[in-house]
């Protein structure tokens, strides 16, 4: 049960994690849940069903602030573009991982951003700069996670008798 239940659990409190943080006034902390689900992913093909994105952005939509419906969308075209990827570039480095990532996370927040209403200008491009860069530098950081939770899913318990 810990196995299959494992990516699903780390995702939606990674969606939950960001309320517990001081609002400001512009965006810095990043979209965790969708990155976890992006490291998970990349990191364990084939775990996540492609479907996954329409109940995780459901959960997420409850939480992130955002109108409802814009990560129900927003995850499912993700994990859809990923599994497109998947079937032309099957192997790929970690490299290429975090580019792929980035533009996902970046796409994420711009999207969001538009989804959210707020008048696209210059302005508002320059506030949601730091957001994203911070976000696709801490990919590494969520795929190193998602690598330790897996480890954690495949290790083998005792069971009581």
Same mark, same amino acid.
């Given at each position: 049960m810990l196995a299959n239940?494992?990516?699903?659990?780390?995702? =939606?409190?990674?969606?939950?994690? %960001?309320?517990?943080?001081?609002?400001?006034?512009? %965006?810095? /902390? %990043? &979209?965790t849940g969708f990155l976890l689900?992006?490291?998970?992913?990349?990191?364990? &093909?084939?775990?996540?069903?492609?479907?996954?994105?329409?109940? =995780?952005?459901?959960?997420?939509? =409850?939480?992130?602030?955002? %109108?409802?419906?814009?990560?129900i969308f927003l995850w499912s075209a993700a994990l859809l573009a990923i599994e497109a990827m998947e079937m032309r570039l099957p192997w790929r480095t970690f490299v290429q991982d975090w580019f792929t990532a980035g533009i996902a996370v970046a796409l994420?927040?711009?999207l969001g951003m538009a989804f959210s209403g707020a008048p696209p200008s210059l302005a508002t491009l320059i506030a949601?700069? &730091?957001?994203?860069? /911070?976000?696709?530098l801490l990919f590494p950081l969520a795929a190193r996670i998602v690598?330790?939770?897996?480890? /954690?899913?495949?290790?083998r318990w005792r069971t009581l008798g």
């Open positions: 239940a494992m990516p699903w659990i780390s995702i =939606l409190l990674a969606s939950f994690l %960001p309320i517990f943080f001081i609002a400001t006034a512009l %965006p810095l /902390l %990043p &979209p689900l992006i490291a998970w992913r990349l990191v364990r &093909p084939g775990l996540l069903p492609v479907w996954a994105g329409f109940p =995780l952005g459901l959960f997420d939509d =409850l939480f992130s602030g955002q %109108p409802f419906g814009s990560a994420y927040c711009l949601l700069g &730091p957001q994203i860069v /911070l976000s696709i690598a330790a939770l897996d480890r /954690l899913r495949l290790r």
